[in-house]
């Protein structure tokens, strides 16, 4: 008997991972997201349009991807426009907490002061995203 109680303790364990994996599907899930100064630096919510030389967008995942599926990641204006994006394919070897990110020098954001948004897709679809503020 008691080694039924630990057996049904042990599968029902499994279950919210076995869920959120599934939940996640071939796309896979992002477990945090932010906007850095430098390669996997501090988040920051807001940047000066004369003080940024690169800004990075960053995206750990929960759940990776199935391989071999598009991946991007796109930065968008405030006013939607799409101004950058990186394109690659999501990898075998990514597990929970491999970290993707891309970056944008100064061009892509002078002038245009607002909120902007930085999204990772998958095969097309919005996994991930973050948003930031350009100020003056």
Do not use: C
Request: charged content about 20%; hydrophobic content about 45%; cysteine-free.
């Amino acid at each position: 008997m008691r080694r039924m109680v630990m057996l049904a303790v042990f599968v029902l364990a499994l279950v919210p991972a076995f869920s959120a994996a599934q939940a996640a599907g071939d796309k896979g899930s992002v477990q945090r997201s932010w906007i850095s100064r430098t390669s996997g630096g501090d988040a920051e919510k807001s940047f000066s349009a004369k003080g940024v030389k690169k800004l990075y967008a960053n995206f750990v995942w929960k759940v990776p991807a199935k391989a071999g599926l598009p991946l991007s990641i796109e930065w968008h204006d405030p006013s939607g426009v799409l101004r950058a994006v990186w394109k690659d394919k999501t990898l075998k070897s990514d597990k929970q907490g491999t970290r993707l990110y891309a970056w944008v020098g100064s061009g892509v954001v002078k002038g245009k002061v607002g909120t902007w948004h930085a999204l990772l897709t998958v095969g097309g679809k919005r996994i991930g995203a973050s948003k930031f503020h350009i100020v003056r």
